[in-house]
C-alpha cells in the first residue's frame, strides 16, 4: 500500500486493487458537510481547486440523477466532470460514478463516500473504483490528489458558513 498525505487528506493505493481511499475530516457536523453536496448553489462555493472559476452546474441530488460541473483556469481551458448519483443516505453516504470528460481521461470511476461525526468534527472516507490499474495512475498522474486536497479545503471552509 502506498501512503501520501496532503495536507488533511491521506491518500493509499492498495497494491492488489485498482482503487484509491482517501480519508479527510472537517472541522464541521456531518449534516452540514453532507448538505454541501446536495446542490449547485453549494457546490459552486467549494468545488474545485482555487485556481479554477466555477463555470457551470448541472445536479439532480437523486438516486439515478445526472450531475455535470464544468470549471475554467486562468488559461480557459475548460475542466468538464459528470457522472450519475448512485447511492444517497443522507448524512451516511453518497455513491456516485465520476468521470472528467476529456479523453483520454475520460475512464468512469465509482465513488462511494462514507459519512461519520464524533463530537462536531466529521470524517469522510471515499473509496474511488477504477476500471484499471492504468486508469488509476493516470488519476494519479494529473494532479487530482492536490486538486482535492485543495477542494476539501474550500468544502471545509464553506460548510462552516452553513452552521
Known sequence: ?????????????PEDKPVVHMTRTFNAPVELVFRAHSSCEHMSNWWGPRSQRFVSCELDFVEGGKWRIVTSGDDGEQHPFKGEFREIVPNQKLAWTFCYDVPPM??????EMFFSEKDGVTTITTTSYAPSFEARDAMAGTGMYEGAAETWDRLEEYAATLA
Open 106 to 111: 475520460d475512464d468512469e470511476i465509482v465513488e
Open 1 to 13: 500500500m502506498t501512503t501520501t498525505t496532503i495536507g488533511k487528506l491521506q491518500v493509499e493505493h
